[in-house]
């Protein structure tokens, strides 16, 4: 077991960690600088988007953080199971699960914040054709709490049940010798291939992921097909604009959509890492 624990992983991360990591670091400056720019200069009329926009940008670089930085998960394979060497993940034996549920919360709140930004965006345009008026009919206060709920819920409910005490999980590891050094650890996380509660898990969450990733798919869809049909209607500095945060909000959701796969792969273990019998 480790005397001390680094605050931040710094040794032992492969190329795709470290670049994550890079990212996440180069997050903060430009976190900053874009919500100077956003209380700055987001017009007034705007004030509304001004605020889903901060919320996008403060959620999106916490979410970085705490998977990055706090969590930094190590998967175990083909053996359903990993841990972290930060400080934060070892303080007590729940830490790394209380981690995996925020990094998870975290996924889903900043995927839930680009839907209610590109359902904000359709509706700014007041063209939509009636299989949209659903959105516009709403208010965005129902709307955004209804995008919340929906993604959230869910994926709380079966985080929750899915709990294991930490004696279940070490029944596990008795089980499995290739497992046993993770008792050196404060924290870990380790389950049964045949664990029907991760299988509900995985299905749960990614449909709930999936679902909203397609519905910014057809929200931003309708967006430009509207804004080409109604282009001759706008002034240039009007198109140019909602194309512009068009475009932006598709890379805000690519990007995330890739985050949370690769989450996905590294939480549950997908990656085809070799079992580390790691006892320094």
């Known amino acids: 077991m480790p005397e001390v624990y680094p605050f931040i992983r710094i040794k032992d991360r492969d190329a795709v960690e470290l670049v994550f990591m890079f990212v996440c670091i180069a997050g903060i400056p430009f976190t900053f600088v874009a919500l100077v720019i956003i209380f700055t200069k987001t017009p007034p009329q705007m004030k509304t988007y001004k605020w889903i926009i901060a919320n996008l940008t403060v959620t999106s670089f916490l979410t970085g953080i705490v998977i990055c930085f706090l969590f ?27 981690l995996l549920c925020a990094s998870i919360v975290m996924l889903q709140f900043t995927l839930s914040s680009t839907l209610v930004a590109f359902i904000y965006r359709m509706n700014s345009l007041r063209i939509l054709s009636e ?99 109604k282009r001759q209607f706008m002034s240039s500095k009007s198109l140019a604009l909602h194309r512009s945060l068009t475009i932006q909000l598709t890379v805000q959701v690519t990007t995330l959509s890739v985050s949370e796969a690769d989450v996905f792969a590294d939480l549950l273990s997908l990656h085809k890492r070799r079992c580390r019998n790691d006892l320094s």
């Open 72 to 98: 930094d998960p190590i998967p175990l394979f083909p053996e359903v199971a990993c841990y972290s060497k930060t400080w934060i993940a070892n303080v007590c034996e729940d830490a790394n699960y209380i």
């Open 131 to 229: 299989k949209f008026l659903i959105f516009s009919n709403c208010g965005i206060q129902y709307t955004t709490a209804a995008a919340y709920v929906l993604s959230l819920i869910p994926v709380v409910v079966v985080l929750v049940t899915g709990y294991k005490p930490n004696e279940e999980m070490r029944g596990v590891l008795e089980k499995t010798p290739e497992l046993k050094f993770l008792q050196d650890y404060g924290s870990y996380l380790a389950a049964d291939k045949d664990d029907w509660n991760l299988v509900i898990f995985q299905v749960i969450w990614l449909s709930s992921s999936f679902a909203i990733v397609a519905l910014c798919i057809i929200v931003a869809v309708a967006i430009i097909v509207q804004l080409h049909r």
